[in-house]
């Protein structure tokens, strides 16, 4: 199961002082991503709860590298509008916990990103809205680009080459973005073609990554009636 990444721009509230303390929202509830998911309040509770009684706290990572932490996360709480954290960097032995610092204070480096596994949700199956109820907070990074780095076609196309698979909602970005349907279109197809399809294919819930790169090339020339 891979780490899903989720990103808010212009997050942070406080740049890092001289110590590297700083502070800002890690998540935003309420905020729906290009695959229409929404982080519910109360998400971050079960998570935060472990953690504090394993005794442990999460990381400040650079561009979600897990091998390149650059601080820790000193604070972690709920309130009304999302998770708000208050962190430390490592400025005196991190050398991108400098960097960090000094982009977030010049403003070149605005944003902040979780990287979680999705605990329980539910799904609106009219508005086509899905509620995270539940999630497992791995690191919350700084980064440069606060975009959704799961909705870019190249980075579904790396995850085929790399030979991961993908999901319905990835397969539904490749169709609206690379082969060029409307959202309405690519929604209808992933949500029902791709699913059956996959476990026909695979006799799996997920597609075959080889399989699945094979389909978007033969949709690739196929448009709907008009």
């Not at 820790?72 to 009304?80: G, I, N, P, Q, T």
């Not at 076609?153 to 970005?173: H, N, P, Q």
């Amino acid at each position: 199961m891979n780490v899903k990444r989720r990103a808010f721009p212009l997050a942070i509230k406080a740049a890092p002082d001289a110590e590297g303390h700083f502070s800002g929202y890690v998540s935003v509830f309420g905020t729906p991503d290009v695959y229409r998911e929404v982080v519910a309040p109360g998400a971050f509770a079960a998570s935060l709860a472990a953690t504090k009684t394993a005794g442990r706290k999460v990381p400040i990572c650079w561009q979600h590298r897990m091998d390149e932490p650059i601080g820790v996360w000193d604070k972690l709480e709920e309130d009304a509008k999302g998770l708000y954290g208050e962190g430390t960097l490592w400025t005196d032995v991190a050398p991108y916990a400098r960097i960090a610092q000094r982009g977030m204070a010049a403003g070149a480096i605005s944003g902040l990103s979780i990287g979680y596994y999705v605990v329980a949700d539910t799904f609106n199956e009219a508005e086509r809205v899905r509620t995270l109820t539940a999630l497992d907070l791995r690191e919350a990074s700084v980064v440069t680009d606060p975009a959704h780095d799961d909705a870019r076609v190249d980075v579904v196309k790396a995850k085929l080459a790399a030979g991961e698979r993908i999901t319905d909602r990835e397969f539904e970005t490749v169709l609206r973005e690379k082969v060029g349907f409307s959202r309405s279109e690519a929604a209808d197809i992933a949500d029902r073609g791709f699913k059956a399809w996959s476990r026909r294919e695979t006799g799996h819930p997920q597609a075959d990554p080889a399989a699945a790169a094979a389909l978007v090339a033969r949709l690739s020339g196929f448009s709907l009636p008009k």
